[in-house]
């Protein structure tokens, strides 16, 4: 048993945790960070990036498929396209490494120890750390909880060899031929798209009424379209009930019971957080249903324990816990700083591509402000017509007494880049007039923000 | 190009320095002939130095605050050889023909530009002047709960670290969006209390405020009255119902037509009854000769309040004026000193002074004497009180007088002597109209 002290220990090297973590070394503060699996967390190891690396794989291979297909319009054809899917993963794990060892390297340059093993809470100020080699018992004066969260299990479909979150689904020996995923969230959609791209019969589950049931109709209708296009089956208003001999028992909207073919059925009903581990239970913080409860500066209701990242609430988005990461590193370090960001943006991996950004129509009636909205289609952008890429979108949401944006949104391929001019659009406090007033640069898929704004203003020019 | 060296013109009387209060240009500025360069501040008053040449400003004599020799280089301007040479050859007549004038010329002929002056002099005094262009107004309508202020998230963060609340900030952008400059604005002008919301006030960061111009002759005239004067202060109370019963009856028969009467002019008038008899008291001590100088005439200094500071506009020859004389010239004198119009020697000579705070007067005050005087008369507040007149408790309106005296020369048998005078004058007040 080793004894440490420490300005801060975070717990959970996610990107909340580690963020916070290499800022607050930067900040000249005597920084602990505990992770118990890899460092990354969720989104470098069995997220956000291996599902990107896996949608960009099957992406390639189906562009390949359609031209073998002879389906091109580009005149370009290609034979017996195949694939080695081990290869794939292979190809895949390389980047997580690369990225998690790269993670390590950065808390190692700014000054943070980083430990490997499982934390405890002993008390509010102490932590006892437990690593294959090592025990450690750490008093901190600041402890930041980022401990993120976790696929939710359906207990009538426990997770093992053929039920599987998404993690398993993307570490899958060979590509199934027939995938039954339950639940029609981004997660599902994204991973089922990629699958049904790399050639299996995909079959979409979902309780509601729609898929993606965040977004409004018009936003999800390309994604829609192009499911079908790759022949992906999806069921509303349709109950997961259990496992059959072979697939998945469902109940639909009549009552009616049927078996969905399948070899492996992929459960993506949500994530929760983890808050019940590491001994957080007895701290007997105020809790928000699973989530800790936290203020506008990531406090917790305990004196010096901090909580940022999915095991705070939603929207449970890797920036989000970077930002908060961020912030109480600063905090920490004595700064005045407190979460006033205008919008958290965020984008949906599916084909096409959505993004959104700040308030739709619906969120700003509900909100009972007048707004006024433009729309511009990728039908019209020379852009998209050079990629093959005319369905979409981008809208634009002001305020009717001062045009000063409130919400922007899009749907396209490759529209998750243009996540970033609209996040500064928000945040700058732009008005359409700025984004109309901003040249953009042609040919590009970004004038369609730009006409957007224009159509607001009842002058848009291309349409 | 010719190079015009416009010099700090003799402002006052025979001074031999002047304050530079504000610039009105700077550095690289187009100006034209006429335009006003800067304002300088002599003991009294503040003078606006206009420009002889229209041209562009190249160099300028200090910052505010400096004080500047008469005759010496004030500003540079840069001009055409035609105006440079036109300008000279002002110049010379000037000199040879109107020497004497030349120093009250800015001052009476740009009146209106004065006005100007007086109202950037505030904002000189406690803002830096290149952001005392943009309007640091406070937010006129509250935010909406649940509106944020617009602003980047760099503005957002500057706010915060100097403890700004940012739904307290117009800004100047559209939509209001807030920008640097308007917290730089912001945070340059002296905060105000919050709008009523409950909240106590945002936290202020520390401020330095330079002490210049009218604050500074202030400072300076107090510290020598308050540090060379041995003061003694007597107060005493004074039954006001007759006089009071008088005003009024005066007012009601008179108000219309020869203006309204305060308890002023009848304390102007007591005090010269006063002084009559103690010509010692209406005086002035120059310390350094020696000499205390009784003057014949009364010149009583009213201590003003004005926008910038204190002043003691001068009510002259007090002694031969009647009682509406004595108010109408009050009125005067305290307006032309308030709005900035008040000539030199409106505001010297005083020989004996009165000072009150009107409804604010308080039971009792420490008046400091207006050196070189020896005497001040300090009113204070008027209540009515239950007064014993040996048989029951009474109302009457009771005012304190507290009165100073420069105790080197005045004893104080001779002090209370006097303010027993004023009392006798002015709960009898038909004594201020007999001549004894």
């Known amino acids: ?463 | 190009m010719a190079k015009v060296t416009i010099k700090l013109p003799d402002v006052g009387e025979g001074i031999a320095e002047a304050e530079l209060t504000e610039w009105a240009v700077k550095v690289g500025d187009e100006i034209q002939e006429d335009d006003v360069l800067g304002t300088v501040m002599t003991d009294k008053a503040a003078v606006e130095v206009p420009s002889s040449v229209s041209g562009k400003v190249v160099w300028l004599a200090g910052e505010p605050g400096d004080t500047l020799a008469i005759g010496s280089k004030f500003v540079e301007i840069e001009t055409s050889d035609e105006e440079a040479a036109a300008a000279e050859e002002r110049m010379a007549e000037k000199e040879s023909e109107e020497p004497a004038e030349s120093p009250e010329k800015p001052a009476e002929s740009e009146e209106p530009k004065l006005d100007k002056a007086e109202k950037h002099a505030p904002a000189a005094a406690s803002s830096k002047p290149e952001t005392s262009s943009v309007p640091a107004k406070p937010r006129t309508t509250p935010l909406a709960s649940g509106d944020r202020p617009l602003a980047s998230p760099a503005v957002r963060q500057r706010a915060r670290d100097a403890g700004i609340d940012l739904r307290l900030v117009a800004g100047s952008g559209p939509a209001g969006r807030i920008s640097h400059a308007d917290l730089d604005a912001w945070i340059a002008q002296p905060q105000t209390a919050g709008f009523g919301s409950g909240r106590p006030n945002v936290q202020r960061s520390d401020e330095d405020v330079k002490v210049i111009g009218m604050r500074k002759r202030i400072a300076e005239k107090m510290s020598i009255s308050a540090s060379r004067i041995p003061h003694i202060t007597i107060v005493e109370e004074i039954d006001v119902t007759d006089l009071e019963a008088l005003r009024e009856k005066l007012n009601a028969q008179h108000a219309k037509e020869r203006g309204k009467l305060t308890i002023l002019p009848f304390l102007v008038r007591a005090i010269c009854k006063a002084v009559a008899e103690q010509p010692g008291l209406n005086a002035t001590f120059d310390d350094e000769a020696g000499v205390i100088h009784q003057s014949g005439a009364v010149h009583v200094g009213i201590a003003t309040q004005t926008p910038n500071g204190l002043t003691v506009p001068v009510v002259r020859n007090a002694e031969t004026m009647s009682l509406w004389d004595t108010a109408g010239e009050i009125v005067r004198l305290a307006e032309a000193a308030r709005s900035g119009k008040a000539k030199r020697e409106e505001l010297s000579g005083s020989t004996i002074s009165i000072t009150s705070l009107g409804p604010l007067g308080a039971i009792a005050t420490t008046p400091i004497i207006n050196h070189p005087e020896v005497a001040i008369v300090g009113v204070n507040k008027m209540a009515m009180r239950p007064v014993w007149d040996g048989q029951d408790f009474v109302p009457r309106k009771i005012m304190n007088l507290s009165s100073s005296f420069d105790h080197r020369v005045i004893d104080g048998w001779d002090a209370a002597v006097f303010v027993r005078k004023l009392k006798d004058l002015i709960e009898t007040p038909a004594l201020l109209f007999i001549d004894a």
């Open chain 1, 1 to 463: 048993m080793e004894n440490l002290t420490c300005k801060l220990l975070v717990i959970g090297g996610g990107p909340g945790g580690y963020v916070c973590a290499i800022r607050a070394a930067q900040l000249g503060i005597e920084t602990i960070i505990v992770e118990e699996r890899a460092y990354g967390g969720t989104c470098l190891t069995v997220g956000c990036i291996p599902s990107k690396a896996l949608i960009h794989a099957a992406d390639e291979f189906a562009r390949l498929t359609s031209y073998a297909e002879g389906k091109s319009a580009l005149g370009i054809s290609a034979k017996n396209p195949s694939m080695d899917f081990p290869k794939t993963l292979a190809w895949k794990d390389g980047i997580v490494d690369r990225l998690t060892g790269g993670v390590k390297g950065l808390l190692k340059k700014a000054g943070a120890k980083a430990i490997e093993g499982t934390a405890t809470f002993i008390d509010g100020k102490t932590v006892r750390v437990e690593s294959n080699d090592a025990s450690y018992e750490i008093a901190a004066e600041n402890v930041v909880i980022a401990t993120g969260s976790e696929p939710v299990e359906l207990p009538f479909l426990p997770f093992g060899d053929t039920v599987i979150d998404s993690t398993g689904a993307l570490a899958l020996p060979k590509i199934p031929e027939r995938l039954a995923i339950v639940g029609g969230g981004y997660i599902g959609l994204e991973i089922g798209t990629a699958y049904a791209k790399l050639g299996s019969d995909v079959t979409i589950v979902e309780a509601e009424k729609r898929i993606l049931p965040q977004y409004d109709v018009a936003l999800t209708k390309p994604v829609l379209k192009s499911l079908a296009d790759f022949g992906v089956t999806v069921m509303t208003e349709t109950k997961a009930k259990g496992l059959a001999s072979k697939g998945l028992e469902v109940e639909k909207s009549d009552g009616s019971a049927e078996v969905v073919a399948a070899e492996r059925i992929l459960v993506t009903v949500g994530r929760r957080p983890r808050s019940k581990g590491a001994g957080i239970p007895d701290l007997d913080l105020t809790m928000d249903r699973n989530f800790i409860a936290i203020d506008s500066q990531c406090r917790t209701s305990m004196r010096g324990i901090y909580a940022i990242g999915d095991v705070t609430g939603e929207p449970m988005l890797a920036h989000r816990a970077m930002a908060q990461g961020e912030m109480v590193a600063e905090i920490v370090a004595g700064g005045k700083r407190e979460w006033d960001k205008v919008a958290i943006p965020a984008v949906c991996f599916t084909e096409p591509e959505i993004v959104t950004c700040g308030l739709s129509p619906e969120e700003a009636k509900a909100r009972d402000i007048d707004v006024i909205t433009g729309q511009f289609p990728f039908t019209a952008n020379g852009r998209a017509m050079t990629m093959e890429s005319e369905a979409g979108f981008v809208r634009v949401v002001a305020r009717e007494k001062d045009h000063v944006i409130l919400g922007i949104q899009a749907v396209g391929r490759g529209v998750a880049e243009l996540s970033a001019a609209f996040a500064l659009a928000l945040e700058m406090g732009a008005r359409l007039e700025d984004i109309a007033g901003t040249i953009h640069a042609h040919p590009t898929q970004s004038e369609g923000f730009l006409e957007a704004a224009l159509s607001a203003l009842g002058h848009a020019l291309h349409i």
